[in-house]
């Protein structure tokens, strides 16, 4: 479609923007304590975005000459995204750690990261790719240091510019080959002109599918591109962790499966057989044991955590492993399987997080140790957080057992070659049982038992918490209607 | 002839960044990555991309390089902190480049590149911003966007917290 035309389908887009403009603008207006009020620009803008979204229908076609894609795969996305930022500028309010700084600046970046992993979601561009996924980090470069007078949040900003910049840079190279081999930047155009390729061309192939898979894996913190991501998560302000684990990990799997399905695959279906026979590398297996070394090791190294916040870190590697396991089959089950996780790991992963946010800013830190007694002191807080572990065990009736029943049953049903990949995770999920059910025992068993039982003070936690809790709970017996939606998502931009 | 000059270039490029990397002093570091983006725009003029030679020249060498210099000699005592590059395992990290190189330089050598026809381009500077204004509006935005997060993350943590 020609810009002028595109937009008119950009308005999510364009809202954003203008979100931006107007949170610097009245930062300026307001003085130092008050600077938390942008976030009420934002949220504004963020909820008017998802209108405009949901308003504006379910066209499928390219945008901007080709650069990004409107189609409803891409919405699915961007509503996560945006459910996500909203949730998370909520509960930067009830963050004991921002309370010292200037708050202006953080919630427009946050804005600006959210067109960010809009782009990165619809991007059938490899210019497009790169720049948006350069968008994403660069802003979460910064606020993972927002906390300037914290060693540990400059530490996270550091390591993640490092690591960051030599992933990204890795990428572009793998990009740069693939341009050489077939002298365009679209992704359609990519793949023809690869079709076409004698077998000379395999190895630049490969390498670039490698050096490609660096930066995809960077951004979905899979091993072994992982080695970021705890350090990262610990230091970064605790509403920034919760961010990072969930909003550019969809975004990256959104653009992972786009870019795999689109430049190596086959254009007429999702399913894709010639991805795996393309070079005569076996690229399916090696992904799987991408897929079963990422949840292994998040989980083994989740295990030996102090720290309930570092330990969500590790978790979270071990769930991208999860996803990872439906990414080597190609098919429309396996992106429907790693869809629906993502919906649920959404509400579990965030409530966690704010749970520890919550904590943190009562009792002064986020250890195992300061959730000693929580289930009787606060059996609200308690009781969420039994309810998040479990569904992060992925035990039934909650959301995070649908979740892994979808994914597992994509895995199985592709045929008996990915029948080890199941058993690994099935492994994998009874091993996250034991640390997620140490932070039930902390709360339950450990600690005194108080007489006295409070809520949490403010009520835009108990909201925000019930907020996150209720869908990870019904979602666990009534999913009909999401997994409705997700299969009516599931159209994603061939190509005119 | 010609090849001459071109490898007399890739020779300045590759060897003034190892001494980036190898250079102890931080100064001496900044002055020999002066010689990498001229030797970067050397390699652009031989791909008859003369508009984007300028632009390196101008943007890497006129400004960000002047700007870390400035950076380094306007920081108190770094030029005479020695800054030293605490490499370990030199030798097993050797190897590993070696290999990384050869696997990549087999593979330019072996592939059959996308190659357009080795004619002199009439102007680029005019294709250059036809393609920005057309098939790369969205990028060509999107990067503004890119610099003004940027912009304002740059000075929120430069600035002094009080």
């Known amino acids: 479609m020609s810009n002028l035309h595109s937009l008119t389908h950009f308005w999510p887009e364009l809202i954003l923007t203008i979100t931006v403009l107007a949170a610097i603008i009245s930062d300026l207006i307001y003085r130092r304590e008050e600077s938390f009020k942008v976030a009420w620009w934002v949220l504004g803008g963020l909820v008017l975005t998802l209108f405009a979204i949901q308003i504006g229908g379910s066209t499928v076609s390219d945008l901007f000459m080709g650069t990004i894609a409107l189609d409803p795969f891409s919405e699915f996305f961007k509503v996560l995204v945006l459910i996500s930022t909203i949730a998370v500028v909520l509960m930067s309010f009830n963050s004991n750690e921002l309370k010292d700084y200037r708050m202006g600046e953080y919630y427009s970046v946050l804005a600006i990261m959210a067109i960010g992993l809009f782009l990165m979601a619809s991007a059938i561009d490899v210019l497009m790719v790169y720049l948006a996924l350069e968008v994403v980090s660069i802003m979460s470069f910064f606020l993972a240091g927002y906390l300037k007078k914290n060693p540990h949040s400059n530490e996270a900003?550091?390591?993640?510019?490092?690591?960051?910049?030599?992933?990204?840079?890795?990428?572009?190279?793998?990009?740069?080959?693939?341009?050489?081999?077939?002298?365009?930047t679209k992704f359609i155009g990519m793949q023809t002109a690869i079709a076409n390729l004698g077998p000379d061309s395999n190895l630049a192939l490969i390498l670039s599918a490698v050096f490609i898979l660096a930066g995809f894996g960077y951004k979905i913190s899979a091993v072994p591109f992982h080695f970021w991501t705890p350090d990262v998560y610990e230091g970064s302000p605790t509403t920034i962790t919760a961010y990072l684990s969930v909003a550019p990990k969809a975004a990256g799997f959104a653009m992972m499966i786009r870019f795999f399905n689109q430049v190596f695959g086959d254009s007429t279906a999702l399913v894709s057989e010639t991805w795996s026979t393309i070079n005569g590398i076996p690229w399916p297996q090696l992904m799987g044991v991408l897929a079963a070394v990422t949840m292994t090791v998040g989980?083994?190294?989740?295990?030996?955590?102090?720290?309930?916040?570092?330990?969500?870190?590790?978790?979270?590697?071990?769930?991208?492993?999860y996803m990872m396991m439906a990414l080597p089959l190609m098919s429309e089950a396996g992106v429907y399987g790693i869809m629906i996780y993502l919906l649920m790991y959404l509400f579990m992963n965030l409530g966690a997080f704010f749970v520890v946010i919550y904590v943190q800013g009562k009792f002064g830190g986020e250890d195992f140790d300061n959730f000693d007694g929580l289930g009787w002191k606060m059996p609200f807080v308690g009781v969420v957080m039994t309810l998040f572990m479990f569904s992060l065990t992925g035990l039934p009736p909650t959301a995070g057992f649908i979740g892994k029943f979808y994914l597992f049953a994509a895995v199985i049903k592709a045929g008996t070659q990915y029948y080890w990949l199941a058993i690994v995770g099935a492994l994998n999920s009874v091993v996250s049982l034991y640390y997620y059910i140490r932070v039930v025992k902390h709360m339950f068993l450990k600690g005194e038992r108080s007489e006295s039982v409070e809520m949490p003070a403010s009520s835009l936690v108990t909201i925000l918490l019930l907020a996150m809790a209720l869908p990870t709970f019904i979602l666990g017996w009534y999913f009909a209607p999401v997994v409705t939606w997700i299969s009516e998502s599931l159209v994603i931009f061939q190509g005119m | 002839?010609?090849?001459?000059?071109?490898?007399?270039?890739?020779?300045?490029?590759?060897g003034s960044a190892f001494m980036v990397v190898q250079s102890k002093s931080l100064l001496y570091s900044a002055y020999a990555l002066l010689f990498t983006f001229v030797g970067v725009t050397g390699l652009y003029v031989f791909l008859w991309a003369d508009f984007l030679a300028v632009v390196q020249i101008v943007v890497y060498v006129g400004g960000i390089l002047v700007l870390i210099i400035f950076g380094i000699m306007l920081t108190n005592k770094i030029t005479s902190v020695n800054i030293s590059?605490?490499?370990?395992q030199k030798g097993i990290g050797g190897v590993v480049v070696l290999g990384i190189i050869g696997v990549l330089g087999y593979m330019v050598f072996i592939t059959p590149w996308n190659q357009?026809?080795?004619?002199?381009?009439?102007?680029?500077?005019?294709?250059?911003?036809?393609?920005?204004m057309m098939d790369y509006l969205l990028p060509f935005e999107v990067a503004s966007l890119l610099l003004l997060g940027a912009l304002i993350a740059a000075t929120t943590l430069s600035r002094k917290e009080n």
């Open chain 2, 85 to 88: 590059h605490a490499s370990v």
């Open chain 2, 116 to 132: 357009l026809a080795a004619t002199e381009p009439e102007q680029t500077s005019a294709t250059i911003g036809r393609l920005l």
């Open chain 1, 299 to 321: 989980n083994m190294v989740a295990i030996q955590q102090d720290s309930v916040k570092r330990m969500l870190a590790y978790s979270s590697i071990a769930h991208a492993g």
């Open chain 1, 157 to 184: 900003s550091l390591k993640y510019v490092i690591y960051g910049a030599f992933s990204s840079g890795i990428m572009l190279y793998g990009l740069s080959i693939l341009f050489g081999l077939t002298g365009t």
């Open chain 2, 1 to 14: 002839m010609v090849d001459i000059v071109f490898w007399i270039i890739v020779g300045i490029t590759i």
